[in-house]
């Protein structure tokens, strides 16, 4: 009579072994591996991407724990959908794609104005440049009340700016992503991805300017 054999169970020392692995992989052959059975690859895939999402989505709905439940229905997605995933494309753009539509979806269903937070502003930025720097790691402790009050005022600034710029702008100044990326994110070409970017950055320029030194 034949004896089944347990599957051997891994060692603490092969496990992490095997995760550090996959953090050396890109987001393709992550999914690559996830689709041949190595279930870890799908939470390397969140843990890759979980902080950036909600960061996005927090700026663009400006409520964090709306933001969280948005995030987590992305993966849910994700882990759905993946199969479907073409593995030519960019990881990035397809799971950015998807929270962006969650995150205007939410937009649409509310009766008022969104608010995105954002810690500091740079007065002067440089086309080239990305991601925009918004934290000021170099503030000594009595600068916190300026710091303050400075957050209060980006807010209302960005507050003002409609769904559409407000999205484009968050996508390329703080996430750093190309225009190329963020036309399929939203879904418009790149001519109005410029456009809509250029009269975010004034009109936001034109609400700051008079209260920065």
């Known amino acids: 009579m034949k004896t089944l054999l347990a599957k051997p169970q891994r060692t603490a020392g092969e496990r992490s072994a095997a995760a550090r692995e996959l953090k050396r992989l890109d987001d393709s052959r992550l999914v690559a591996a996830y689709l041949e059975g190595r279930s870890e690859a799908f939470d390397e895939l969140v843990e890759r991407y979980q902080k950036r999402l909600l960061n996005f989505v927090y700026r663009t709905i400006g409520d964090r724990e709306r933001a969280e439940d948005l995030v987590q229905e992305v993966f849910i997605r994700v882990h759905r959908h993946i199969h479907r995933f073409d593995q030519t494309k960019k990881f990035s753009t397809w799971i950015y794609t998807i929270a962006s539509n969650l995150a205007k979806n939410e937009l649409r269903n509310r009766s008022r104005n969104p608010l995105v937070l954002f810690q500091t502003i740079k007065k002067n930025w440089e086309a080239d440049h990305r991601p925009l720097q918004f934290e000021d790691v170099h503030h000594r402790p009595d600068d916190l009340y ?52 250029n009269r975010a950055r004034n009109r936001f320029a034109q609400l700051v300017a008079p209260y920065l030194d």
């Open 146 to 197: 300026r710091k303050r009050q400075l957050r209060e005022l980006v807010e209302w600034a960005v507050a003002q700016l409609p769904e559409h710029h407000r999205q484009v702008f968050v996508l390329r100044e703080l996430e750093g992503k190309t225009y190329e990326e963020i036309s399929e994110i939203v879904g418009c070409n790149l001519g109005t991805v410029k456009s809509r970017l």
